[in-house]
């Protein structure tokens, strides 16, 4: 059995393109927050979800659609506790780019304190669109 080096980054499989993972964050959604309900909390999850796609294009939020018709219709049950924010990079470029640089592909979900994230992630990565999700970004001089 061989070990991973502590410098060596967890690589992901998303369609076609390999990526690496850069940063991978989890939260508890709902700490601070003194009383509420369900419907609250989504709605509040999406007003900040769409704060996050806005200031980040290149963000994809897991199960989105399904967050918004569950708000639309009242459900009410909680969303799981934690949010999870991931980062990705390759050295995947899209066609035309001449410039030095990499892609990169933010990815948002939710998910319970039992589910370990990092499985979570490949299972969620592995049926994207890397060329039509990620955005290039240039390296700085």
């Known amino acids: 059995m061989t070990q991973a080096r502590i410098h060596e980054l967890r690589g992901y499989e998303v369609g076609p393109v390999r990526a690496e993972l850069r940063a991978l964050t989890v939260r508890d959604d709902r700490e601070g927050m003194l009383e509420g309900t369900p419907y609250l909390h989504r709605r509040m999850s999406l007003l900040r979800i ?22 639309e219709s009242r459900l009410d049950e909680w969303l799981p506790r934690e949010t999870v924010h991931a980062r990705l990079t390759s050295w995947w470029l899209p066609e ?3 410039e030095q640089g990499r892609t990169k592909l933010s990815v948002m ?8 994230p990092f499985a ?4 969620i990565v592995r049926p994207l ?10 390296f700085e001089d």
């Open 96 to 98: 035309g780019i001449t």
């Open 120 to 123: 979570r992630l490949a299972a």
């Open 50 to 71: 769409g704060k996050a796609m806005a200031a980040d294009p290149h963000l994809y939020v897991h199960g989105l659609d399904a967050l918004r018709a569950d708000a």
């Open 129 to 138: 669109d890397w060329a039509s999700l990620a955005g290039f970004v240039p």
């Open 109 to 116: 979900w939710f998910q319970t304190a039992a589910e370990d």
